[in-house]
């Protein structure tokens, strides 16, 4: 059996993360075969999504705009968007 799924490698700076009493889901990752650039993406705890258009250099990059717009924006900004929404 051929697997066709492309092999995902995750960030360790992937992660929960809680702030007055909301949790979202980090997830920085990027392909194993792909061109190296990572993929930002939140999850909200009603299985929503934000997933940021532009690619990162490398993993830290990614964490800093997620904080940024956590400073920026506060975390229930990620509760607004609709299911696979993007920045």
């Known amino acids: 059996m051929i697997d066709d799924d492309p092999e ?3 960030s360790p700076l ?3 993360v809680t702030r007055d009493n909301v949790a ?3 997830e920085i990752y ?3 075969e792909g061109d190296g650039s990572w993929t930002l993406e939140v999850v909200n ?3 929503g999504s934000t997933v940021w258009e532009d690619r990162f250099a490398i993993d ?3 964490y800093a705009e997620f904080y940024r717009t956590l400073e920026t924006d506060g975390i229930r900004s990620f509760l607004e968007g609709q ?3 993007s920045r």
């Open 60 to 62: 830290k990059e990614a």
């Open 30 to 32: 990027r392909l194993v």
């Open 45 to 47: 705890y009603q299985g």
């Open 83 to 85: 299911p696979g929404s």
């Open 24 to 26: 979202v889901r980090v």
């Open 8 to 10: 995902i490698e995750e």
């Open 14 to 16: 992937s992660g929960i």
